[in-house]
């Protein structure tokens, strides 16, 4: 018989119950009112985008990342594994509790991620630390990484869409730096999304990691000079 889940924590946020629940040693979800956003054994796209997003600085000396979304720190993880050791990485997470979450009980999934000495956490909306970095010259990135637990959907607003619309897009390029990438998760592909990058200055590919079951998207949009 398998073993029942245990919520071990939670908290209350704007959008819901937050729950984190354990089943044996390595086995964990994140829940919103009881909806799974992640599953530790179910991280292939995430793992895929993170590295995507960051495999062109393989080899560039003091990059920059910006990771939208800390989740189970998996992502995070993966672009840790693809960047140099001199590299910087910010996370823009809402919640505390989920940074809490990760330097925790979720701290062995990802080998501390959350605490890796490449990367600072700050508590705030990712579209208001792209619309900081947007109005800095000197606060760009070479990579922007959205994990987010909603991607970019059918019903998204076009132009006003605060991460996926039309605007939020020519921030995000304003805050790149010439060569860089725009990394985004969605559950299903999203070719209105796909169409506002290409026409927001950006060349798009998408991937579907992974075989069989429900296989989630992968967006990666090269900036165009």
């Given at each position: 018989?398998?073993?029942?889940?245990?919520?071990?924590?939670?908290?209350?946020?704007?959008?819901?119950?937050?729950?984190?629940?354990?089943?044996?040693?390595?086995?964990?979800?994140?829940?919103?009112?009881?909806?799974?956003?992640?599953?530790?054994?179910?991280?292939?796209?995430?793992?895929?985008?993170?590295?995507?997003?960051?495999?062109?600085?393989?080899?560039?000396?003091?990059?920059?990342?910006?990771?939208?979304?800390?989740?189970?720190?998996?992502?995070?993880?993966?672009?840790?594994?693809?960047?140099?050791?001199?590299?910087?990485?910010?996370?823009?997470?809402?919640?505390?509790?989920?940074?809490?979450?990760?330097?925790?009980?979720?701290?062995?999934?990802?080998?501390?991620?959350?605490?890796?000495?490449?990367?600072?956490?700050?508590?705030?909306?990712?579209?208001?630390?792209?619309?900081?970095?947007?109005?800095?010259?000197?606060?760009?990135?070479?990579?922007?990484?959205?994990?987010?637990?909603?991607?970019?959907?059918?019903?998204?607003?076009?132009?006003?869409?605060?991460?996926?619309?039309?605007?939020?897009?020519?921030?995000?390029?304003?805050?790149?730096?010439?060569?860089?990438?725009?990394?985004?998760?969605?559950?299903?592909?999203?070719e209105g999304f796909a169409r506002r990058l290409e026409a927001g200055?950006?060349?798009?590919?998408?991937?579907?990691?992974?075989?069989?079951?429900?296989?989630?998207?992968?967006?990666?949009?090269?900036?165009?000079?």
């Amino acid at each position: 018989m398998a073993r029942p889940w245990v919520t071990i924590d939670a908290a209350a946020t704007s959008d819901g119950r937050l729950e984190l629940r354990r089943r044996g040693e390595r086995d964990f979800l994140i829940t919103l009112d009881g909806l799974v956003l992640m599953n530790s054994v179910a991280n292939r796209s995430e793992i895929v985008l993170g590295q995507r997003g960051c495999s062109h600085l393989r080899n560039r000396p003091a990059a920059r990342v910006l990771v939208g979304g800390l989740g189970m720190g998996c992502t995070l993880r993966a672009v840790l594994d693809t960047l140099p050791a001199d590299a910087e990485v910010v996370v823009a997470e809402l919640n505390p509790v989920v940074l809490a979450w990760c330097c925790g009980p979720l701290a062995g999934l990802t080998g501390g991620a959350a605490t890796d000495p490449r990367v600072s956490i700050e508590i705030v909306d990712v579209a208001e630390r792209v619309h900081a970095a947007a109005n800095d010259e000197h606060d760009r990135f070479a990579a922007i990484i959205f994990d987010l637990y909603r991607g970019p959907h059918f019903r998204t607003d076009r132009q006003n869409d605060p991460l996926y619309g039309s605007r939020a897009i020519a921030r995000v390029r304003q805050a790149l730096t010439p060569d860089g990438v725009f990394a985004v998760w969605g559950e299903n592909h999203d070719e209105g999304f796909a169409r506002r990058l290409e026409a927001g200055g950006f060349a798009v590919t998408t991937e579907r990691p992974g075989r069989g079951g429900l296989r989630h998207v992968v967006f990666i949009a090269r900036r165009r000079h």
